[in-house]
C-alpha cells in the first residue's frame, strides 16, 4: 500500500503562482511513476504532469512552459511548481503513483484560480 498525502493548494489570481507537494510513505519501493491529474467540475480526470523513477518527465501541452514537477527522493514528495495561473487551471488536483501496474491517488487539493 502506498499513501499519498497532498498540499498546497488555495486560491490564487490570474497570472500568480502555487506550489503543490505530495508526500508518499508506505510501500513506496517500485513506484515506476508519480505525477498530478486534475479534474474540474463537469470534466475528466486528465493528467497534468507525470516524472519517473528515471526522471523522465512529461506534461500535458496546456501547462508546458508553466508547470514544473519535481521529485524528492531522500523525502519521498513529489512537488508541482504552477506559474502563470490561468483561470481554467481551476480544478482538483491529484497525485498519483503508479507501482507494478497500479495506481494509488491522494484525496486532492483544490486550486481556485480568479481572473
Known amino acids: 500500500q502506498v499513501q499519498l498525502v497532498e498540499s498546497g493548494g488555495g486560491l490564487v489570481q490570474a497570472g500568480g503562482s502555487l506550489r503543490l507537494s505530495c508526500a508518499a510513505s508506505?510501500?513506496?519501493?517500485?513506484?515506476?511513476?508519480t505525477g498530478w491529474y486534475r479534474q474540474a467540475p463537469g470534466k475528466q480526470r486528465e493528467l497534468v504532469a507525470r516524472?519517473?523513477?528515471?526522471?523522465?518527465?512529461n506534461y500535458a501541452d496546456s501547462v508546458k512552459g508553466r508547470f514544473t514537477i519535481s521529485r524528492d527522493n531522500a523525502k519521498n514528495t513529489v512537488s508541482l511548481q504552477m506559474n502563470s495561473l490561468k483561470p481554467e487551471d481551476t480544478a482538483v488536483y491529484y497525485c498519483?503513483?503508479?507501482?507494478?501496474?497500479?495506481?494509488?491517488w491522494g484525496q486532492g487539493t483544490q486550486v481556485t484560480v480568479s481572473s
Open positions: 498519483s503513483a503508479q507501482q507494478r501496474g497500479y495506481v494509488y
Open positions: 508506505g510501500s513506496i519501493r517500485s513506484i515506476s511513476h
Open positions: 516524472i519517473s523513477s528515471g526522471g523522465s518527465t
